[in-house]
């Protein structure tokens, strides 16, 4: 039976696939399914070859002897490698890249005395101007007197606002303490309302052009023109009467009156 197939039954016999056996082995499948077809030049020579065979057979159970002696009887015969041929390339690739500290000390010291003559010509300058410096006194110019500063702005006058009325007239009269009754005309004589306010009440009218007002016991109520608080509308129990127009809010007519809610 052949080396390669004596593998390849034990290795069955083993449980042990091709991928398995090259991750025990750290040896690659296709040199395993080399080996096991008795093709050996993957190895790489008969060296390598010899230990492939072995270390498979004790991966396998089988006794390596027998299959190295078959190997150098069909094979490779008993020449081995020389280790000169093995590393003798790598130690002269070794020496050759060894770096030359000679030329390397030389380059150093040079570089040292290059910095120690620009150390000395650099304090040699500097002594050089100092005693320049302290030779010649410095000029020292007064100090310009600080300029005056700017005067504060003028505060701007302030802009008086015309205040702003409604277009036409419109009053609010309210009952703050205690009952009134007003009544109202507009711009034509026409009456527009009549009414009793309860305190707390309070009415809001309003015309275009004029309104004239009749306010009982005005004493009560208060009045609201255009937006601006004129106050009571008379005294308590007076009844009065009071002509508005646009703009600002003065009472054009305040008369007393007789008159009752029957009667303008």
Request: hydrophobic content about 40%.
């Amino acid at each position: 039976m052949s080396i390669g197939r004596s593998l390849a039954e034990a290795r069955v016999r083993a449980g042990l696939t091709v991928e398995r056996l090259s991750e025990v082995t750290r040896i690659r499948q296709a040199i395993i399914e080399g080996v096991e077809h008795d093709d050996f030049e993957p190895c790489g020579g008969d060296f390598y070859a010899r230990g492939h065979i072995r270390t498979l057979a004790r991966a396998t159970g089988l006794e390596p002897a027998p299959l190295i002696a078959e190997y150098d009887h069909t094979v490779g015969g008993t020449s081995t490698p020389r280790p000169t041929e093995i590393f003798d390339s790598p130690r002269k690739s070794i020496e050759y890249r060894r770096p030359n500290w000679t030329l390397a000390m030389g380059v150093a010291v040079v570089i040292v005395l290059i910095f120690a003559f620009v150390q000395l010509a650099g304090g040699r300058a500097d002594d050089d101007e100092k005693e320049t410096a302290s030779r010649v006194a410095p000029t020292t110019a007064a100090p310009a007197a600080p300029a005056p500063p700017p005067p504060p702005p003028s505060p701007a006058a302030p802009v008086s606002k015309a205040p702003e009325f409604p277009a036409g007239v419109v009053v609010t009269v309210t009952a703050v303490d205690g009952r009134s009754w007003i009544r109202a005309f507009d711009s034509k004589d026409r009456q527009i309302l009549e009414t009793i306010l309860d305190k707390g009440e309070a009415k809001t009218f309003e015309d275009p052009a004029r309104l004239q007002v009749q306010v009982g016991n005005s004493g009560a109520a208060r009045l609201n023109v255009n937006g601006r608080d004129l106050g009571p509308a008379g005294e308590d129990g007076e009844v009065v009467k009071h002509t508005f127009v646009p703009g600002d809010p003065v009472p054009q007519m305040r008369t007393s009156a007789s008159a009752t809610p029957s009667s303008r």
